[in-house]
């Protein structure tokens, strides 16, 4: 079983992009062919509201609905019509501050709620028509051959993303009884025993449209589209296998372009519009301080000054090192909401430039709480391995480290990013930042 492509376990989101745009054009040439309108000279306001629409549902989160096992259809409406309003308000605004001549008819009132109001019912549509078939599509069962020992510790991982589906672990007579379209990870350790030799044969006989043999970890790849360290061999992936190991690898040379390009373009423009007035409400609000200098982790472990603004109040100097909690007493006012929209990290900008990190990859961490972290967490060190990121596939997918066991979670994120970094990987990533930083949904 080989991991998924990154658009394969999102189809169904693709899929649904895709009907809504079919619908917002069918509709509105219908409106046009209806009323006699032509659409010449209307292409501009066409792509605006089209753009908003999309883009405001998925910031609504009309399109991640479609992951959620269970879809509650009023939560579905809310967020729809929520996505209507906000959308002919953003075009109302445009159009009261640019004033378009009179032909323009595509921003007309009345035109816009008879082109979006269809499109949302359209949209309705399509998700409860998609989940649907994803319902009736018969899931395959999620099995677990191996010691009851193992199996608790494979299931450890679920039991942290709860929103998938939960492998099930059964003994070896079970096993055998099981039919229907299967999936059984089948553990390693058992290959060799006499006792499942003969079961694993009559299970690689069947169907491999109805039973799938593969292993635990291939599994959580999958399901869980990150690397459990503790499902690891120890002589997991060398750093020799990396394609971006060697110095002028083109992926290593493309990514390095693409961060000083992009470090550069958002420095200019969050400098005057963001840096700039943050920086004066920190100084307002305790006259301390604006940026906050501390040392961190990079690549192969070589440290550096990372530089973030400051969002706890003035400490010691030698003030003891502990976990950030949520509702912490240190963080200030103005610390929260940098902390939530994640605009403390804009400075890092300038250690992207200087190549101390990149836009996408692991987040560095202190060297002293490193040093716990590296003791009880296999392949800790592996996450040196790529610079490290501003944001990163652990940043997107898991909340904020406050123990080691959530910073177990976040390394299986950073060992799958490790392993399958890709450049539409790195966009997703970057989408999704962006989204939680609009939705001021960082911590």
Same mark, same amino acid.
């Given at each position: 079983m080989?991991?998924l ?5 999102r189809r ?10 079919l619908g917002?054009?069918?509709?509105l040439a219908?409106?046009?062919? &209806? =009323? ?5 000279? @209307?292409?501009g %306001?066409?792509v605006? /509201?089209?753009?908003a629409y #999309? $883009?405001?549902?998925w910031l609504?989160?009309?399109?991640t609905?479609l992951?959620w096992?269970?879809l ?18 953003l ?12 032909? &323009? =008819? ?5 035109? @816009?709620?008879? %082109?979006?109001?269809? /499109?949302?019912?359209?949209? #309705? $549509? ?8 994803r ?12 010691s009851?020992?193992e199996?608790d ?6 039991r942290?993303?709860?929103t ?10 079970e096993v055998?009884?099981q ?11 058992l ?8 079961l ?9 449209r109805?039973?799938?043999l593969?292993?635990?970890l ?28 060697m110095?002028?690898s ?6 390095r ?5 992009l470090?550069?373009?958002?420095l200019a423009?969050?400098?005057?519009l963001?840096?700039l ?10 006259r301390?301080?604006?940026f ?6 990079g690549w192969?472990?070589q ?25 912490d ?5 103005i ?41 009880s ?12 990121g501003?944001?990163?596939w652990?940043q ?10 959530d ?8 060992l799958?990013y490790l392993?399958?970094?890709s ?11 962006i989204k ?5 949904g960082?911590?």
């Amino acid at each position: 079983m080989m991991p998924l492509s990154w658009r394969d376990p999102r189809r169904n989101l693709l899929t649904c992009v895709g009907l809504d745009l079919l619908g917002l054009v069918g509709v509105l040439a219908g409106l046009s062919s &209806i =009323w006699s309108q032509p659409l010449t000279g @209307q292409l501009g %306001w066409m792509v605006t /509201t089209i753009t908003a629409y #999309l $883009l405001l549902g998925w910031l609504l989160g009309t399109y991640t609905l479609l992951s959620w096992r269970r879809l509650p259809r009023w939560t579905l409406i809310q967020r729809l019509g929520l996505c209507l309003l906000t959308t002919l308000m953003l075009v109302a605004i445009l159009r009261w501050v640019i004033n378009p001549p009179l032909d &323009i =008819w595509l921003v007309h009132r009345s035109t @816009q709620m008879s %082109w979006l109001l269809p /499109t949302t019912l359209w949209s #309705l $549509l399509v998700r409860v028509s998609l989940r649907k078939g994803r319902l009736q599509a018969e899931e395959p069962k999620l099995i677990l051959l191996s010691s009851k020992t193992e199996a608790d510790q494979t299931l450890q991982a679920w039991r942290k993303t709860p929103t998938r589906l939960m492998p099930k672990w059964l003994p070896a007579a079970e096993v055998a009884k099981q039919r229907g379209p299967l999936v059984i990870a089948v553990s390693p350790n058992l290959r060799h025993k006499a006792d499942y030799k003969k079961l694993l044969e009559r299970l690689e006989q069947r169907d491999p449209r109805e039973c799938n043999l593969t292993t635990p970890l291939a599994l959580a790849e999958r399901q869980l589209e990150r690397l459990p360290p503790k499902l690891l061999p120890e002589a997991w992936l060398s750093y020799a296998e990396i394609p971006w190991s060697m110095l002028f690898s083109p992926q290593r040379q493309l990514k390095r372009v693409a961060d000083v390009v992009l470090a550069m373009l958002l420095l200019a423009v969050t400098t005057p519009l963001l840096l700039l007035p943050a920086a004066l409400l920190i100084w307002l609000e305790d006259r301390g301080p604006i940026f906050y200098i501390q040392e961190r982790s990079g690549w192969l472990g070589q440290p550096f000054m990372v530089l973030k603004l400051r969002t706890m109040k003035v400490l010691p100097p030698h003030a003891p090192i502990s976990w950030t909690m949520p509702g912490d007493p240190r963080i200030t006012r103005i610390g929260n909401w940098l902390r939530r929209s994640r605009l403390d990290e804009l400075p890092q900008l300038i250690n992207v430039l200087r190549g101390d990190m990149s836009l996408i990859g692991p987040r560095p961490e202190r060297p002293e709480i490193e040093h716990e972290l590296e003791a009880s967490i296999p392949h800790y060190r592996k996450r040196h391995w790529m610079r490290p990121g501003l944001s990163g596939w652990a940043q997107v997918c898991a909340p904020y480290a406050a123990s080691v066991e959530d910073s177990e979670l976040k390394l299986s994120y950073d060992l799958y990013y490790l392993k399958y970094f890709s450049s539409w990987l790195d966009l997703m990533i970057l989408l999704r930042t962006i989204k939680t930083v609009l939705k001021v949904g960082g911590r």
